[in-house]
């Protein structure tokens, strides 16, 4: 379902070209092993942070 919202997204013009499959593995990957460090250490990391960090690695990457 990820790899197809992400392929339709290229497809409009809205996300840059790009391997559909391995974006949706990589965004899958990155929300797997934050969920884990949350649930590992939930009172240091909250879960609101997570989302708009994630988010933003995710959508702008980390290069200025």
Request: aromatic content about 12%.
């Amino acid at each position: 379902m990820i790899e197809e919202i992400i392929q339709e997204g290229i497809e409009r013009g809205v996300f840059k070209e790009t391997d559909f499959e391995v974006a949706a593995v990589s965004l899958i990957g990155m929300i797997n092993l934050t969920a884990l460090h949350w649930f590992m250490f939930k009172e240091e990391f909250p879960v609101e942070k997570i989302a708009t960090e994630v988010s933003e690695i995710y959508f702008s990457g980390l290069i200025k």
